[in-house]
């Protein structure tokens, strides 16, 4: 009867070990798949973005960055068009430089004069109807 119950606890144990095995390698599937997620290029990409757009002076930095950057490539579309001249598209390339150059060193001037020009003359703001 010795031998059975031996038998007994060491089937019991397999099982125990069996559930834990695959209890583990689930785990470490799950792992695996965060692992692999977090590493590809968009995701890393949107954490980057995220954690720039949290902190103030780099995310001041990254709007002005950005938008000296559109301006530059809007400028390069309206200098080149459609051209296919070498010449042209050379130029183009180094208006685009100039103006993120431009743009970017003074961002917060073209802000401040953008908000200006939102209340251009013509328009009534709450300061000229004599409203607070």
């Keep these: 009867m010795e031998k059975t119950d031996h038998f007994a606890d060491l089937k019991e144990r397999i099982v125990l070990l069996e ?4 209890t583990n390698k689930t785990e470490l ?24 757009t949290e902190s103030g002076p780099l995310k001041d930095n990254l709007i002005n960055t950005a938008i000296g950057v559109s301006a530059g490539y809007l ?6 068009g459609g051209s296919k001249n070498i010449f042209t598209r050379l130029l183009g390339t180094i208006v685009m430089f100039g ?34």
């Design 19 to 22: 559930e834990l095995q695959q």
């Design 29 to 52: 599937r799950q792992s695996f798949r965060n692992t692999v997620d977090s590493i590809r290029p968009f995701n890393l990409i949107k954490e980057t973005i995220k954690d720039a």
């Design 75 to 80: 400028s390069k579309k309206i200098v080149t």
């Design 99 to 132: 103006v993120t150059n431009l743009v970017s060193k003074n961002a917060e001037t073209l802000k401040k004069l953008g908000a200006d020009f939102m209340h251009f003359p013509g328009t009534q703001n709450d300061s000229e109807t004599g409203k607070e």
